[in-house]
């Protein structure tokens, strides 16, 4: 089976559950965002919400992603920078690790990074996110030599605004014959970094996930003809769709697949983890329906609990179904 190697900001996520929007009015962040803060930003909204119910848990989109492929069974490996003395580091190397997750963390005296989510009544979330020490990974401390172990690269979207670290990470990978993945991670990202966007994709990339808003701001385009367009750079375009489900470009066939129906409280991770089981489907040889079948699962699981992460039964339900 192949393996799978994924590289992001190692965060961890602070799930806080609002009782309206108006809180995001309050610290003038943009609903369904993910906006990045300096620490006296991020210490000034974590006050603001005591008194709210919070859950804890290791995060970072591509931390999510891998996590997942973990659970699921599949070989998995995951490099990120932290501080392995604080409270947080200590938690986020051992919730990995706990998964199954070959971690290959770098070490920092910076504090661990930590995205506070903050999830609106419609199960909307926003971010604001202290990237800490994951912000500091460069290109020079990645190992090379890891990389050879695996056969899939995940790039999380988030980190293309570390270019430096971005370039080095596809060219090594290119380099040892890896699929490499990309998570287009948020809107506002691929508004900002667009022109990077395109040339790494156009490059390196094999698979790309989007979703709706995410590929609009891409391609300029609605989802089917987004899609189609992915899917002149790449092998694997991927275009979510929420409820309506997603779309699957490969080898110029088109696959839909359905959601699933669920009751959701919280949609933090509903992409992270159609990436995950997508991705195990990969290394299984799965037909491209079946593996976004699988996405489709995870993801609508993930959505009925608080939290980026799917409740722990569902992963032996998973199993019996593929």
């Given at each position: 089976?192949?393996?799978?190697?994924?590289?992001?900001?190692?965060?961890?996520?602070?799930?806080?559950?609002?009782?309206?929007?108006?809180?995001?009015?309050?610290?003038?962040?943009?609903?369904?965002?993910?906006?990045?803060?300096?620490?006296?930003?991020?210490?000034?909204?974590?006050?603001?919400?005591?008194?709210?119910?919070?859950?804890?848990?290791?995060?970072?989109?591509?931390?999510?992603?891998?996590?997942?492929?973990?659970?699921?069974g599949a070989g998995a490996g995951y490099i990120g920078k932290i501080n392995k003395e604080d409270e947080l580091g200590k938690f986020f190397e051992n919730d990995m690790e706990s998964a199954g997750v070959d971690t290959h963390l770098i070490h920092s005296t910076t504090p661990t990074g930590k995205a506070i989510a903050l999830v609106s009544p419609?199960?909307?979330?926003?971010?604001?996110?202290?990237?800490?020490?994951?912000?500091?990974?460069?290109?020079?401390?990645?190992?090379?030599?890891?990389?050879?172990?695996?056969?899939?690269?995940?790039?999380?979207?988030?980190?293309?605004?570390?270019?430096?670290?971005?370039?080095?990470?596809?060219?090594?990978?290119?380099?040892?014959?890896?699929?490499?993945?990309?998570?287009?991670?948020?809107?506002?990202?691929?508004?900002?970094?667009?022109?990077?966007?395109?040339?790494?994709?156009?490059?390196?990339?094999?698979?790309?996930?989007?979703?709706?808003?995410?590929?609009?701001?891409?391609?300029?385009?609605?989802?089917?003809?987004?899609?189609?367009?992915?899917?002149?750079?790449?092998?694997?375009?991927?275009?979510?769709?929420?409820?309506?489900?997603?779309?699957?470009?490969?080898?110029?066939?088109?696959?839909?697949?359905?959601?699933?129906?669920?009751?959701?409280?919280?949609?933090?991770?509903?992409?992270?983890?159609?990436?995950?089981?997508?991705?195990?489907?990969?290394?299984?040889?799965?037909?491209?329906?079946?593996?976004?079948?699988?996405?489709?699962?995870?993801?609508?699981?993930?959505?009925?609990?608080?939290?980026?992460?799917?409740?722990?039964?569902?992963?032996?339900?998973?199993?019996?179904?593929?």
């Amino acid at each position: 089976m192949k393996k799978i190697l994924g590289l992001g900001n190692a965060l961890v996520d602070i799930m806080t559950i609002l009782k309206s929007d108006d809180f995001l009015n309050e610290v003038g962040l943009p609903k369904g965002s993910m906006q990045l803060v300096d620490a006296g930003i991020s210490n000034e909204v974590y006050k603001k919400t005591e008194g709210l119910k919070k859950t804890i848990a290791s995060g970072g989109s591509a931390a999510n992603t891998i996590y997942g492929i973990a659970k699921l069974g599949a070989g998995a490996g995951y490099i990120g920078k932290i501080n392995k003395e604080d409270e947080l580091g200590k938690f986020f190397e051992n919730d990995m690790e706990s998964a199954g997750v070959d971690t290959h963390l770098i070490h920092s005296t910076t504090p661990t990074g930590k995205a506070i989510a903050l999830v609106s009544p419609d199960a909307e979330r926003t971010f604001a996110t202290y990237l800490g020490a994951a912000v500091e990974l460069t290109g020079e401390e990645l190992d090379p030599g890891i990389f050879g172990k695996y056969d899939i690269f995940l790039l999380e979207g988030y980190l293309v605004y570390n270019e430096e670290l971005v370039m080095k990470a596809v060219e090594v990978a290119k380099e040892k014959n890896m699929m490499i993945a990309i998570d287009m991670a948020s809107y506002n990202v691929v508004e900002d970094k667009k022109d990077f966007l395109e040339k790494i994709i156009k490059n390196y990339v094999d698979i790309v996930f989007a979703n709706e808003e995410e590929a609009k701001a891409f391609t300029g385009l609605e989802p089917e003809d987004a899609l189609h367009k992915i899917a002149e750079e790449v092998t694997i375009s991927v275009v979510k769709i929420g409820e309506n489900g997603s779309m699957i470009k490969y080898d110029g066939k088109v696959y839909k697949v359905p959601a699933i129906k669920v009751n959701p409280v919280d949609t933090t991770g509903a992409g992270d983890f159609y990436a995950a089981g997508f991705l195990f489907g990969l290394t299984k040889g799965f037909s491209m329906d079946k593996c976004g079948a699988i996405g489709s699962y995870l993801a609508g699981k993930v959505t009925e609990t608080i939290g980026a992460k799917p409740d722990k039964n569902v992963w032996e339900e998973i199993k019996k179904l593929y």
